[in-house]
Structure formats: structure tokens, C-alpha cells
T-cell receptor
């Protein structure tokens, strides 16, 4: 079966650094996405990785290791507005997106 | 620029009543269109996707159906709602020619079935 694993919830302090992890087991791999979703709102695109390494995109970089089936989203200088759920999704061999359940990030002042 | 809208944003329906959620996309032609459902604590569940007018693929057997009467219109329907149909429904689109599969989501529709 296909599986995407992310921690259910994380807590961090404003101004700190946090790393949200995602591990996957899918039938094929054509890329990995990170989306941000504020409570009650639709997900919005953050980043996309298809090659190994760090994809830098402003505040929302993302790292991928295809051999380990692993990605992480490093968030620096956390702001209160970063409180949201972060969704990891993998594009499988059929170009279908397989979604993780999301990681709810709680930021405290 | 491309935009996507879905409505209604919120609705409360009794068990056994019908459902119609609508989604329209502007600023692009022949998009791939999707209906997802998001339950609390679970990943997004793909319900239907469409690659063209009248072409609907169903991912999950259920009492829901979808239709694409026009190129940029996607409708999610039910003849008789169940309690288990409650959830957050998201319409999305992607470029046909874009293999990265990036999705652009509508605002979402929160359905409560009582």
C-alpha cells in the first residue's frame, strides 16, 4: 500500500526554528509537495521537490532524499502566522497525489 | 490570472437530503479538475477527477457523484446524504500540460449532515 507519515502535531516558540518531517512509501515517485493549510481554509502550495537535496524558496525551503523516502520542511524565524497545518503529498507513478494527514504546527509567543 | 471558486462555503443538511456543490475555474482552458474531501485528522481523500467535459473518474465508491457540464465547471452531487458525508470538501484544478501536478484549491465547502 501507499503511505505518507507525518507527526500529528508540533509546538514551537515564536522566533525559533522547527523541522517538519515526512516519510513516504509509494508506488513510484514523481515529486513531493508541501502545502500549508490554515484552519478552515484551503491548502496553498509551498514547495516542490523532485531531485535530492534542498530546494530553497524564500522562507519555505524543503529537503528531499529519495533513497530514504524522506523529506523535511525547515521553518526559520517562526511567526505567529505560521501556525497552520503542513501537508506532505507525493506524486506517484500514475501522477496521482498521495496525501499525508498533515502536521499541525502550534506556535507560542 | 487563474482563479477558482466554489460554493456554498458552509451548509447544514439533514440526512437523506440532496447535495450540490459547484466549482468554477477562470483564466485557463481544459484544466484537470478534482473534488477532495478532508476529514479531521486524515489526509485529503480524492473523490473524483476529470480530464475533460463529461469525463469523470471516481476514486472512492460512495453515494456521491460528479459532473462536468462545461470545461471549467465541476459539480459534486448526492441524491441522499449520509451522516458520514460530513466534512470539508475542496475543489482543485491543475494544468494538463504540467507534469508536476501542482494543485490550486478553491476556498472549500464545509458540510455538516445532521
Amino acid at each position: 500500500g501507499q503511505n505518507i507519515d507525518q507527526p500529528t502535531e508540533m509546538t514551537a516558540t515564536e522566533g525559533a526554528i522547527v523541522q517538519i518531517n515526512c516519510t513516504y512509501q509509494t508506488s513510484g515517485f514523481n515529486g513531493l509537495f508541501w502545502y500549508q493549510q490554515h484552519a478552515g481554509e484551503a491548502p496553498t502550495f509551498l514547495s516542490y521537490n523532485v531531485l535530492d537535496g534542498l530546494e530553497e524558496k524564500g522562507r519555505f525551503s524543503s529537503f528531499l532524499s529519495r533513497s530514504k523516502g524522506y523529506s523535511y520542511l525547515p521553518l526559520k524565524e517562526l511567526q505567529m502566522k505560521d501556525s497552520a497545518s503542513y501537508l506532505c503529498a507525493v506524486l506517484d507513478s500514475n501522477y496521482q497525489l498521495i496525501w499525508g494527514a498533515g502536521t499541525k504546527l502550534i506556535i507560542k509567543p | 490570472s487563474q482563479t477558482i471558486h466554489q460554493w456554498p462555503a458552509t451548509l447544514v443538511q439533514p440526512v437523506g437530503s440532496p447535495l450540490s456543490l459547484e466549482c468554477t475555474v477562470e483564466g485557463t482552458s481544459n484544466p484537470n479538475l478534482y473534488w477532495y474531501r478532508q476529514a479531521a485528522g486524515r489526509g485529503l481523500q480524492l473523490l473524483f477527477y476529470s480530464v475533460g467535459i463529461g469525463q469523470i473518474s471516481s476514486e472512492v465508491p460512495q453515494n456521491l457523484s460528479a459532473s462536468r457540464p462545461q470545461d471549467r465547471q465541476f459539480i459534486l452531487s448526492s441524491k441522499k446524504l449520509l451522516l458520514s458525508d460530513s466534512g470539508f470538501y475542496l475543489c482543485a484544478w491543475s494544468e494538463v500540460a504540467e507534469d508536476t501536478g501542482e494543485l490550486f484549491f478553491g476556498e472549500g465547502s464545509r458540510l455538516t449532515v445532521l
